[in-house]
């Protein structure tokens, strides 16, 4: 099983700021099976970044996703209130289980 | 619009069948490429991937519930159904379905179905 450890925990910025997510991989993954989404309070999951890099429909262009092997990464240019959330990364590998990091929590302050 | 919605119980007893049905709009499981997965939130915990249905009607099932998982399709009703057998408290919590689409992103997700095991 591929696990994803993300980190930090929890980041709290302030509007304008820049946020970096890290996500690593337990063992090394194609680009194009790591996603991220993002989960406000009360909603379900959206769908934000998918083979790493490539943004969603309607996905404003402050987010991005880089990375590959076991290290991706998931910046947000230009905090917004509206970012607050949590945000999770996915792998989905050549095989299941199709694991989910523990997510990082995006305060702005 | 693609949209998907839950349905199913909000409490479940213990050893019970836990079955939930998810309905979908805007797109077809007899499409190539599509496919429709479930996934649960257990409070305080990660998401968990569940299983997946495709439009060849092949399945994927998480390995450490496979003997509890079963996920079906109707491709004229739109729905696909996910029944977890022998529920315990540990399955208490909010279950997801969502579009798989050619990219493999789950986008978009239903907006869940709490489940509580007591």
């Known amino acids: 099983e591929i696990v994803l450890t993300q980190s930090p925990g929890t980041l709290s910025l302030s509007p304008g700021d820049r946020a970096t997510l890290s996500c690593r991989a337990s063992?090394?993954?194609?680009?194009?099976?790591l996603f991220w989404y993002q989960q406000k309070p009360g909603q379900a999951p959206r769908l934000l970044i998918y083979?790493?890099?490539s943004r969603a429909t309607g996905i404003p262009d402050r987010f991005s996703g880089s990375g590959s092997g076991t290290d991706f990464t998931l910046t947000i240019s230009r905090l917004e209130a509206e970012d607050s959330a949590l945000y999770y990364c996915?792998?989905?590998?050549?095989?299941?289980?199709?694991?989910f990091g523990q997510g990082t929590k995006l305060e702005i302050k | 619009q693609v949209t998907l919605k839950e349905s199913g119980p909000a409490l479940v007893k213990p050893a019970q069948t836990l079955t939930l049905t998810c309905t979908f709009s805007?797109?077809?499981?007899?499409?190539?490429?599509?496919?429709v997965s479930w996934m649960r939130h257990p409070p305080g915990k990660a998401l968990e991937w569940l299983a997946h249905?495709?439009?060849?009607?092949?399945?994927v099932y998480t390995p450490s519930l496979r003997s509890r998982l079963t996920i079906s399709k109707d491709t004229y009703r739109s729905e696909v159904v996910l029944t977890l057998a022998l529920m315990t408290p540990e399955d208490t919590a909010t279950y997801y379905c969502?579009?798989?689409?050619?990219?493999?992103?789950?986008?978009?997700w239903g907006q869940g179905n709490p489940v509580t095991v007591s």
């Open positions: 969502a579009r798989m689409g050619p990219n493999k992103g789950l986008d978009p």
């Open positions: 996915q792998q989905y590998g050549n095989s299941p289980p199709y694991t």
């Open positions: 805007g797109f077809s499981l007899s499409t190539p490429g599509v496919g």
């Open positions: 083979s790493a890099s």
């Open positions: 249905i495709r439009w060849d009607d092949a399945k």
């Open positions: 063992q090394s993954i194609s680009p194009t099976s």
